[in-house]
């Protein structure tokens, strides 16, 4: 549309919805007129769309812009320009992808990126020390960062048809997602505005479906454990959160408490995301069970080295929970349910000794001091007084926070090992060990307070005997 202004001497030329703009509309006319321009890889996508938006094909000249650039394209997109004609892409959707130049350009960075792996085969060996790992990246790795989500997960789609290799593409989608979303990391989550959270939410979303046709034990676990926490601030759709935890719970052996300490959104909730531990544990034990059932199904012998590693890691978990536990514990907003369903999730045998799960609710009951004496019950009848060591039944016999009832247990485990230590006789000691129920029924008859005195009084000399 021409339009006037108000200097008679000038017209202005107002083009819209012309791909590229005015300056390949520009660049057009000086092709009709003659004059020379040059045709580079950063403004070829814009002439080769305006060229198709004005029909300028062989029907009308010969040897036409559109033939003109397709010569050129010919000779640059094949080789490693590429990329950079895809990414002036960017803004000429959906003309670029109707004249299949979108299409050219990925295709050619996926047989570049295949070839190159052909003929430096042996290049990624040397990138297995992590001292040397990256200054082992390809050019792709890096440069591919450049690019918007939607052409980057095309070409990534593109890469797996031609055969690049998973540790590769993972490589590649680290490093994007560092990129993209290094400045969001900095930020507090009550710092975006909505068109900015939508946008990182978009991207951790499509990296994550990226992620999902890969091993599910090739993606390193720093990572996840990044993109999850973006994923809870950003609230992320369900699918992509329970494909982290899912991911993240095959590996969780391998985690650190540091890890497990992701802040949560809710408001009149508590300080760390619980829920979204819960359910990773949750995936943790799945794949235990999955493994106890191929073992069931093997030789004997095979099974027995698979049982160590998989009750190995259930021992180090264990570990790693009772951590957790201890640290969320002094959270005033921590809800006693949640507290315990955590602690119930663990099988018995994830805990040789209960000494940090002892730790944890100890914390708790000194967070939340105005609890029911029967929430204190309920809550202390999830340690196991006999796998307390010598240091932590001392301390809990003389802890004021634990109900009485818990103490004299305390107590009188203490005392079966103290004769146990005395007599010197496994016979004697495995008797006492089969009286604690009998035993048991006799102290319940008396009063806790009598109890405690009785017990206290009776551990006091046979510990004054051992000396």
Not at 357 to 383: F, G, N, Q, W
Request: net charge negative; glycine share 4%; with cysteine.
């Amino acid at each position: 549309m021409a339009n006037e202004s108000r200097n008679p001497d000038l017209s202005r030329l107002e083009l819209h919805g012309v791909p590229g703009g005015a300056e390949a509309f520009e660049l057009a006319a000086k092709f009709c007129y003659g004059t020379n321009f040059e045709i580079t890889p950063s403004n070829v996508a814009k002439l080769r769309c305006i060229a198709e938006y004005l029909e300028m094909t062989e029907q009308y000249k010969e040897c036409n812009l559109i033939a003109r650039i397709e010569t050129y394209l010919d000779e640059i997109v094949s080789q490693s320009k590429s990329l950079e004609v895809l990414c002036a892409c960017d803004d000429l959707h959906p003309m670029a992808e109707d004249v299949g130049l979108l299409d050219r350009c990925i295709d050619a960075i996926a047989n570049n990126v295949s070839k190159e792996q052909l003929v430096s085969g042996l290049a990624h060996l040397e990138c297995d020390s992590r001292s040397e790992k990256t200054h082992c990246r390809y050019w792709w790795v890096e440069e591919l960062s450049v690019l918007n989500i939607e052409l980057y997960k095309q070409v990534i789609t593109a890469m797996r048809r031609k055969g690049v290799r998973a540790d590769s593409i993972i490589q590649s989608i680290v490093h994007y997602a560092q990129n993209t979303l290094k400045d969001s990391q900095k930020q507090q989550p009550w710092d975006f505005g909505v068109v900015v959270g939508d946008k990182q939410r978009v991207i951790v979303e499509a990296l994550v479906g990226l992620l999902a046709t890969e091993k599910i034990t090739s993606v390193p676990l720093y990572f996840l454990f990044r993109i999850l926490r973006m994923a809870v601030e950003m609230d992320a759709g369900l699918s992509c959160k329970e494909e982290l935890e899912r991911r993240i719970g095959f590996q969780l052996e391998l985690a650190s408490l540091d890890d497990l300490l992701i802040p949560s959104l809710q408001a009149s909730d508590s300080v760390f995301d619980v829920d979204t531990v819960h359910r990773i544990l949750v995936n943790f034990l799945k794949r235990i069970d999955e493994e106890d059932y191929e073992e069931s199904s093997q030789c004997s012998y095979k099974s027995q080295g698979l049982k160590s590693i998989s009750h190995s890691s259930v021992l180090k978990v264990g570990r790693l929970i009772d951590g957790y536990l201890a640290e969320i514990a002094p959270d005033p907003y921590l809800k006693l349910p949640k507290f315990m369903a955590l602690i119930e999730l663990l099988p018995e045998y994830a805990r040789v000794i209960d000494d940090g799960i002892y730790r944890a609710i100890d914390v708790y009951l000194k967070a939340h001091p105005s609890m029911t004496e029967s929430e204190c019950k309920k809550l202390c009848k999830l340690i196991d007084c006999q796998k307390l060591s010598q240091e932590a039944s001392n301390h809990a016999a003389q802890n004021d926070r634990l109900p009485l009832q818990m103490i004299v247990r305390v107590l009188y485990y203490e005392q079966i090992q103290l004769k146990s230590t005395i007599s010197g006789n496994d016979c004697e000691a495995s008797f006492s060990q089969r009286m604690v129920n009998s035993s048991s029924v006799v102290y319940a008859a008396i009063s806790p307070s009598d109890n405690y005195a009785s017990l206290r009084r009776e551990n006091w000399e046979l510990k004054l005997e051992i000396s």
